[in-house]
């Protein structure tokens, strides 16, 4: 199936460009409510452990994020697109068919890999086609419709869960992969034409790597942000356990984090309003200064059995923590690829890759702490941010 040679209608184009996006929201999003029945059938001696199905499928998406541009880039966006996604519809098969909770893990590994064509393609899919203020356009009605994601895929999980059981979930992805599949297959043309591909090459990769780990400011700005998704992966894998055993409110749970990531997706407009007049450091300085003092007030409040600590601090915890990541990822992206001009790209690619796989690694081993109340998950956070906050003070000696 070659499709059209005829571009995408334009509002066509962004609906698709949106459904691949959000490939990695309803993946990870949609299965937040169903760790708990996972781990009490495939590991009921360790459910706790059932949390890793987050943090592998990352640390997959990771790994993946080095070589689909570089693929991309050498075999056509279309083929290296339409091959991640039939790699994530096998992923979730297997995943969905799983007997244990290594060969679960395992799926969800190779599920992340696949996941990362559709990811990391469709942003070299509008550099293909537009350039300057259309192709920001582009990528922001994209964003528009891609921040809906977050706020219905637990719904859309938790309801699958309890009509079909938590198997059902994968049988979804596969829905969703065949509609990606066919949609790209039959309407979108191939972007890049065959004497503009180049030959696949690990050099330019690795030189690129070397480029970003040997720059100190842009090292110090990676760690920060290496930081910050470790806090969010962490706080992914740990909430849905903590609103079922520390208070009971499991049912209520894709209600509270739709409402969270609605309003999370707000504070990205705010920060393009916010950083011209206040700048990327300072607004970091502010949100990460928030983050660290409520979290502190949330460890002392539950550790201590202080008549504040309930459902209503843990709350305010929990959406001023994504609130404040609007503030923090797209600026500390920017500082650290700021230095970067003459290796923009292949940057992007090392900084998006190396910042998941590592936090994904750190989350894997702060998950295991978990017990279902907030004291863990507040510790590990406050934890990350404070070695966020130190890293982005490290920076300062090295700022033009």
């Given at each position: 199936?070659?499709?059209?040679t005829?571009p995408?209608?334009?509002?066509?184009?962004?609906?698709?460009?949106?459904?691949?996006?959000?490939?990695?929201?309803?993946?990870v999003?949609?299965?937040?409510?169903?760790?708990?029945?996972?781990?009490?059938?495939?590991?009921?001696?360790?459910?706790?452990?059932?949390?890793?199905?987050?943090?592998?499928?990352?640390?997959?998406?990771?790994?993946?994020?080095?070589?689909?541009?570089?693929?991309?880039?050498?075999?056509?966006?279309?083929?290296?697109?339409?091959?991640?996604?039939t790699?994530?519809?096998?992923?979730?098969?297997?995943?969905a068919?799983?007997?244990d909770?290594?060969?679960?893990?395992?799926?969800?590994?190779?599920?992340?890999?696949?996941?990362?064509?559709?990811?990391?393609?469709?942003?070299?899919?509008?550099?293909d086609?537009?350039?300057?203020?259309?192709?920001?356009?582009?990528?922001?009605?994209?964003?528009?419709?891609?921040?809906?994601?977050?706020?219905?895929?637990?719904?859309?999980?938790?309801?699958?869960?309890?009509?079909?059981?938590w198997r059902?979930?994968?049988?979804s992805?596969?829905?969703?992969g065949?509609?990606?599949?066919?949609?790209?297959?039959?309407r979108?043309p191939?972007?890049?034409?065959?004497?503009?591909?180049?030959?696949?090459?690990?050099?330019?990769?690795?030189?690129a790597?070397?480029?970003?780990?040997?720059?100190?400011?842009?090292?110090?700005?990676l760690?920060?942000?290496?930081?910050?998704?470790?806090?969010?992966l962490?706080w992914?894998?740990?909430?849905?356990?903590?609103?079922?055993?520390?208070?009971?409110?499991?049912?209520?749970?894709?209600?509270?984090?739709?409402l969270?990531?609605?309003?999370?997706?707000?504070?990205?407009?705010?920060?393009?309003?916010?950083?011209?007049?206040?700048?990327?450091r300072?607004l970091?300085?502010?949100?990460?200064?928030?983050?660290?003092?409520?979290?502190?007030?949330?460890?002392?409040?539950?550790?201590?059995?202080?008549?504040?600590?309930?459902?209503?601090?843990?709350?305010?915890?929990?959406?001023?923590?994504?609130?404040?990541?609007?503030?923090?990822?797209?600026?500390?992206?920017?500082?650290?690829?700021?230095?970067m001009?003459?290796?923009?790209?292949?940057?992007?690619?090392?900084?998006?890759?190396?910042?998941?796989?590592?936090?994904?690694?750190?989350?894997?081993?702060?998950?295991?702490?978990?017990?279902?109340?907030?004291?863990?998950?507040?510790?590990?956070?406050?934890?990350?941010?404070?070695?966020?906050?130190?890293?982005?003070?490290?920076?300062?000696?090295?700022?033009?």
């Amino acid at each position: 199936m070659t499709g059209p040679t005829r571009p995408l209608p334009f509002g066509e184009f962004i609906a698709l460009l949106a459904l691949l996006m959000a490939t990695v929201a309803y993946s990870v999003d949609a299965m937040l409510p169903l760790l708990d029945p996972i781990g009490r059938e495939l590991a009921p001696a360790t459910p706790e452990n059932a949390q890793l199905v987050i943090t592998v499928f990352m640390f997959g998406l990771g790994l993946g994020t080095f070589v689909m541009g570089p693929l991309s880039d050498a075999l056509g966006r279309k083929s290296v697109i339409l091959g991640g996604i039939t790699l994530y519809m096998v992923a979730a098969g297997v995943a969905a068919v799983s007997n244990d909770l290594t060969m679960l893990l395992v799926a969800r590994f190779v599920h992340g890999v696949g996941c990362a064509a559709p990811r990391v393609v469709a942003q070299a899919l509008v550099r293909d086609l537009y350039s300057g203020r259309q192709m920001a356009r582009v990528i922001s009605f994209g964003m528009t419709i891609f921040t809906l994601f977050p706020a219905v895929a637990p719904y859309m999980g938790a309801e699958l869960g309890a009509l079909f059981g938590w198997r059902a979930i994968f049988w979804s992805f596969i829905a969703f992969g065949i509609v990606s599949f066919l949609w790209m297959a039959l309407r979108q043309p191939e972007t890049l034409a065959p004497e503009n591909r180049r030959p696949l090459a690990l050099g330019p990769l690795w030189r690129a790597l070397v480029t970003v780990l040997s720059h100190a400011r842009v090292r110090l700005y990676l760690m920060a942000l290496t930081f910050v998704f470790a806090t969010m992966l962490t706080w992914l894998s740990a909430v849905a356990a903590i609103f079922d055993q520390s208070f009971g409110r499991l049912d209520q749970f894709p209600a509270w984090f739709a409402l969270v990531a609605l309003l999370s997706g707000t504070t990205s407009l705010i920060n393009a309003k916010l950083v011209v007049r206040l700048g990327m450091r300072r607004l970091i300085g502010i949100a990460l200064s928030v983050q660290i003092a409520m979290v502190a007030v949330t460890l002392l409040g539950f550790a201590l059995d202080l008549p504040l600590a309930g459902f209503g601090l843990f709350i305010t915890f929990m959406a001023l923590q994504f609130l404040s990541l609007g503030f923090l990822i797209g600026n500390m992206n920017a500082l650290a690829l700021e230095p970067m001009g003459h290796v923009a790209g292949m940057a992007a690619s090392v900084i998006g890759g190396v910042s998941t796989v590592v936090a994904a690694v750190l989350a894997a081993g702060l998950t295991l702490l978990a017990n279902g109340t907030p004291v863990p998950l507040a510790a590990s956070v406050l934890g990350c941010l404070l070695a966020s906050g130190a890293a982005m003070l490290a920076a300062r000696r090295y700022a033009d």
